[in-house]
């Protein structure tokens, strides 16, 4: 079993839709989860971190844990044609040394 | 200019040839990351390090070799290339903990899109 499982999609919504995107774990050390967003031909990009349980806004997007359930979600609202990329979670273990895991993302197309 | 840079940014080479990618970074942070990436598979760590004198092995070290020649220089480099090194390279940084961001985010260059015939 991955330590961290993401449905690689692909996910396709018209414009304007809420997309839903989510991560699963296994691993209860993890502390702080972050999406990255990653344009076709790009290296990724953060776009939100959490630090254990609870919701950050941040205009359009929200990213919400759930650390009893260990399950991460990144929500966007009226998405746009832009927002079309590759969004990977990851999620990080400060303690007991080195450990960032990222999930193999998921696609999403956002259609005009 | 970019902070994370890589070069090549494309490569195609042949199976037994040795080849060097290199990561250049303006960030000024301490710790470099080499990750691949292959659709379905996610980003998997090759190797690591948090200071010039520290190299750790990642997840996937086999086949691969690297060197910190300086801070801001990082290069990953397969010995005898085989076709299921065939994937793109990802180089990142980051800042560590200790500083103002605690998430030791890292920031990744551009890549490197590496084909093994």
């Known amino acids: 079993q991955k330590e961290v499982e993401q449905d690689p999609g692909p996910l396709s919504v018209p414009e304007g839709a809420i997309v839903s995107l989510n991560c699963t774990y296994s691993n209860s050390a993890f502390q702080y989860f972050m999406w990255y967003r990653q344009y076709s031909r790009k290296g990724p990009e953060l776009l939100m971190y959490?630090?254990?349980?609870g919701n950050k806004e941040d205009g359009r997007f929200t990213a919400q844990v759930d650390k009893s359930s260990k399950y991460i979600s990144l929500f966007i609202r009226d998405s746009q044609p832009s927002d079309s990329a590759t969004y990977l979670c990851a999620m990080s273990a400060l303690t007991g040394g080195f450990k960032t895991i990222f999930g193999a993302g998921t696609r999403l197309f956002v259609k005009a | 200019d970019a902070d994370v840079t890589q070069t090549p940014r494309n490569r195609i080479t042949k199976t037994g040839k040795r080849i060097m990618l290199e990561c250049s970074q303006t960030?000024?942070?301490?710790?470099m990351y080499w990750y691949r990436q292959d659709p379905g598979l996610g980003l998997r760590l090759i190797y690591y390090?948090?200071?010039?004198?520290?190299?750790n092995k990642g997840e996937i070290s086999d086949g691969y070799s690297v060197s910190r020649q300086a801070q801001a220089k990082f290069s990953l480099s397969l010995e005898s290339a085989i076709p299921n090194q065939t994937a793109l390279y990802f180089c990142?940084?980051?800042?560590?903990?200790?500083?103002?961001?605690?998430?030791?985010?890292?920031?990744f260059g551009p890549g490197t899109r590496l084909t093994v015939l």
């Open positions: 990142a940084t980051s800042a560590g903990t200790s500083g103002s961001d605690s998430t030791d985010t890292q920031y």
């Open positions: 390090s948090f200071d010039v004198k520290d190299i």
């Open positions: 959490t630090y254990s349980s």
């Open positions: 960030k000024g942070h301490d710790r």
